[in-house]
């Protein structure tokens, strides 16, 4: 069956530090994967997203590659911010399926 | 962009009751809901979807009668869990999916409705 392994939080980082966030899945055919951010107090929201193998997703600074090799998609920000700071969920869909397969979700703390 | 609201936000209650959620997409129809429950420290499990005017789908070792889901409208759906037991209590979220999905077909969540049961 279908799982996402993420990297365990809490994370806490300095303002403009650099962000990874692992997350490698398994997973039958060719998924697409997803990255979701969710804000205090409000619901899931789809951050970014590549569908096939070597795919980078990227948006608001966030980047992940999709990378068949070593079936991980990585989260990755050059410079974070204070605003960054929420709960960062990985997740995969099989194509032709509308369910989402969800790991256990990061939570990122920036301070000034 | 597309809204997805979820009440109440928190409700405690006696073991025993029933208690009903509301999912609501507010600016667009779905065809489809979904219902997740989030235990602590663990990710998002899909309960059953819900399409709009038909019985829901529930996933393996959902209890139907407990977990009763009913998607009336193209913008209603609810959760009903009935004869609440503190093994309920959870974080229950909804997404939405648009009705003139694009190629994606992506989901909108809502907030999420933390569950308490006494």
């Known amino acids: 069956g279908n799982s996402v392994t993420q990297m365990e939080g809490p994370v806490t980082l300095s303002e403009e530090a650099f962000l990874t966030i692992n997350c490698t899945y398994t997973?039958?055919?060719?998924?697409?994967l997803f990255w979701y951010v969710q804000y205090p107090g409000e619901g899931l929201q789809l951050l970014l997203k590549a569908t096939k193998a070597d795919d980078k997703g990227s948006n608001k600074g966030f980047e992940a590659t999709y990378r068949k090799e070593t079936t991980s998609f990585h989260l990755e920000k050059g410079s974070v911010q204070v605003s960054d700071s929420a709960v960062y969920f990985c997740a995969l869909r099989n194509f032709g399926n509308e369910k989402l397969t969800f790991g256990t979700g990061t939570r990122l703390t920036i301070i000034p | 962009g597309a809204v997805v609201s979820q009440h109440p936000s928190r409700v405690i209650c006696k073991s025993g009751t029933s208690v009903k959620i509301e999912c609501r997409s507010l600016d667009f129809q779905a065809t489809t809901m979904f219902w997740y429950r989030q235990f602590p420290k663990q990710s998002l499990m899909l309960m059953a979807t819900s399409n709009e005017g038909s019985k829901a789908t529930y996933e393996q070792g959902v209890e139907k009668d407990k977990f009763l889901i009913n998607h009336a409208s193209l913008t209603l759906s609810t959760l009903t869990v009935t004869s609440a037991h503190p093994e309920d209590s959870s974080f229950y979220i909804c997404?939405?999916?648009?009705?003139?999905?694009?190629?994606?077909?992506?989901?909108?969540f809502g907030p999420g409705t933390r569950l308490t049961v006494l």
């Open positions: 997404s939405a999916k648009e009705r003139q999905g694009t190629s994606y077909n992506e989901q909108f």
């Open positions: 997973a039958t055919g060719y998924p697409s």
